[in-house]
Structure formats: structure tokens, C-alpha cells
């Protein structure tokens, strides 16, 4: 089975491999949106041999990836002293990028090694993740007022009442979506 990646956005793409990273052992942290340094998921081991921190990067491109994404995470993976960091995406890699990569604990992962990831480890239909919207593509979310509280949290991250302010934000939302499901006849 081949999945056709080039239907799905950035996030379901990253949604796509934190399954497939649970399915094959990792347990997986999907970093904040911003300020996460270029890294996408934080992957964590516990087998023997494999036990540490995996920073992963998802390129769902168009065109090859090039060095300087692969130069790019192998510093953040320095600077973290991670096991590995590791690119995955559903394009390819120049030639340059995999003569960089070669003797450091880099891992590129192109379309074709994904797709046969995803034969070996998922069973997973591919459209339950291209329809799941993210919060802030639904019409009726005031998409201005996150980013606005948003970018106050990470601004000034050590400011608790922005958090709660921005948590304060969410949760109104969330609460008045289940009492318009409760109010639409079923």
C-alpha cells in the first residue's frame, strides 16, 4: 500500500508519523508549535541498546530536502546531546544532505523508506488523517485572538496569567463546541 502524502498538510503528515513512531515502540512528544527549535516530535526509547531522545523533523515537500535542513537539525541535536535526530519525509534527499549526514547520528528517512515503514508497522488508513482538521482551520474559531494570546505566552513564557489567559481562551472554546453538539438534535 502506498499512502499518497501529497494529500495531507503539515500537521496531518506529522500526525501520520507520531502513529507510526507509537506503533513501532517510540513514545512520542509533539513539541508547541513555535520555538521548538526546527524539531517536529521528540521520539523516547526505552529498549535496550536503542534507550535515549530522538528529535525528528517532518518535511512534507514538494521538491528534496537540502543540506541546510540537515545541517539544521544536526545542530539542535548536538546542542540537546540526543541519540539521533532523524528527517522524515515523503520527498527525497540532494545528494548533499545524505553526504552530510553520513558518519553522524543523523537518519534520513525518504518516501520510499516511509512507505515501507508504513507497510511493515501501520494499518492505518491514510483518509482518517488527511479529514482531521486542526483546531484553529475550523471557521468559527477566532483564529486572531489565539495567535494574539499565543504569541503573548511565547513572548514572555516565565508569565503564568498569559498561560491562563490563553488556557482561559481554549477551554471557552472547547466547552462551547460540546454544548452546541448537546443542543443539535441527534
Same mark, same amino acid.
Given at each position: 500500500m502506498t499512502i499518497d502524502f501529497n494529500k495531507m498538510d503539515?500537521?496531518?503528515?506529522?500526525?501520520?508519523?507520531?502513529?507510526?513512531?507509537?506503533?513501532?515502540?517510540?513514545?512520542?512528544?509533539?513539541?508547541?508549535?513555535?520555538?521548538?527549535g526546527g524539531v517536529d516530535l521528540i521520539a523516547y526509547s526505552d529498549e535496550v541498546m536503542y534507550k535515549g531522545e530522538y528529535l525528528v523533523q517532518c518535511k512534507r515537500w514538494d521538491s528534496n530536502v537540502g543540506v541546510s535542513a540537515v545541517r539544521d537539525l544536526y545542530g539542535?541535536?548536538?546542542?540537546?546531546?540526543?541519540?539521533?535526530?532523524?528527517?522524515?519525509?515523503?520527498?527525497?534527499?540532494?545528494?548533499?544532505?545524505?553526504?552530510?549526514?553520513?558518519?553522524?547520528?543523523?537518519?534520513?528517512?525518504?518516501?520510499?523508506?516511509?512507505n515501507s515503514l508504513v507497510n511493515k508497522y501501520l494499518d492505518i488508513d491514510v *483518509?482518517?488523517? %488527511?479529514?482531521?482538521?486542526?483546531?484553529?482551520?475550523? +471557521?468559527?474559531? &477566532?483564529?486572531?485572538?489565539?495567535?494574539?494570546? *499565543?504569541?503573548? %505566552?511565547?513572548?514572555?513564557?516565565?508569565?503564568?496569567? +498569559?498561560?491562563? &489567559?490563553?488556557?482561559?481562551?481554549l477551554y471557552s472554546y472547547i466547552t462551547n463546541k460540546e454544548n452546541l453538539k448537546l443542543c443539535i438534535p441527534g
Open positions: 503539515g500537521y496531518e503528515f506529522e500526525n501520520y508519523i507520531a502513529s507510526l513512531l507509537r506503533e513501532i515502540g517510540f513514545r512520542v512528544e509533539e513539541t508547541a508549535l513555535s520555538g521548538d539542535v541535536v548536538l546542542s540537546n546531546n540526543a541519540n539521533k535526530g532523524i528527517i522524515i519525509t515523503n520527498a527525497f534527499f540532494t545528494s548533499q544532505a545524505i553526504e552530510f549526514s553520513e558518519g553522524k547520528n543523523m537518519e534520513l528517512v525518504d518516501g520510499d523508506i516511509l *483518509k482518517a488523517y %488527511v479529514n482531521k482538521k486542526h483546531f484553529t482551520q475550523f +471557521k468559527e474559531f &477566532d483564529n486572531d485572538k489565539y495567535k494574539y494570546l *499565543k504569541q503573548l %505566552v511565547d513572548t514572555d513564557q516565565r508569565n503564568k496569567d +498569559k498561560y491562563i &489567559d490563553l488556557f482561559g481562551f
